[in-house]
């Protein structure tokens, strides 16, 4: 399984959810898969859905689910601490593994080779961290989610991309109709 089988996946999971996912391919293919008000895609800042997910769940009771990718997480390598301090137990961090920087041409990561991200958030301190294949991912999550506990996922699966079209919606309207449904 690759990224956008996870995602396909999980799509109906999500549907009643609050999601902030991970720059490039990752927002394209889960906008194509199954578009949602309540989904903020991350059009332009790597590393940062993890953070913007865990802001938004201190700040409101709704259940988060952010989606991260190993790239991602590993260049804002400050949140899995940061997660682990401030506990959210609304919060879900979803890191798709694919061992590889997707969006860019598959470059390998560190996570495709000694470095476990899995590990990195327990020696943070993060309480509930889980570490599945992919085919398990949506059964984690549900468990996960009915859980009411924070928890970190990390999500093992194959590099690969599929052909998807970029997300012609305004930044401002993604905006808007997220905060309506973090509202609603």
């Known amino acids: 399984m690759i990224r956008s089988d996870i995602l396909r996946e999980i799509a109906p999971i999500l549907r009643d959810q609050l999601v902030v996912c991970n720059i490039g391919l990752p927002s394209q293919e889960l906008h194509m898969i199954d578009d949602n008000a309540a989904n903020f895609y991350m059009l332009g800042t ?6 913007i997910g865990l802001g938004l769940a201190l700040a409101q009771p709704k259940t988060v689910i952010a989606i991260d990718g190993d790239g991602s997480v590993l260049t804002n390598f400050g949140t899995l601490p940061t997660i682990a301090n401030n ?3 609304n919060f879900i961090l979803l890191i798709i593994d694919n061992g590889s ?3 860019t041409g598959d470059q390998p990561t560190y996570a495709g080779k000694r470095t476990s991200l899995a590990a990195v958030a327990k020696a943070c301190g993060c309480e509930n961290v889980i570490e599945c294949q992919a085919a398990e991912t949506g ?8 859980s009411g506990k924070m928890t970190v996922i990390v999500s093992k699966c194959e590099s690969g991309n599929i ?5 012609t919606m305004d930044p401002v309207v993604i905006r808007d109709r997220f905060m309506k449904a973090v509202a609603g």
Request: proline share 4%.
């Open 101 to 103: 920087y997707g969006s």
């Open 46 to 51: 790597m590393g940062l859905s993890s953070s």
């Open 163 to 167: 052909k998807v079209p970029v997300i």
């Open 87 to 89: 506990v959210a137990d």
């Open 139 to 146: 059964k984690i999550l549900r468990e996960a989610i009915d």
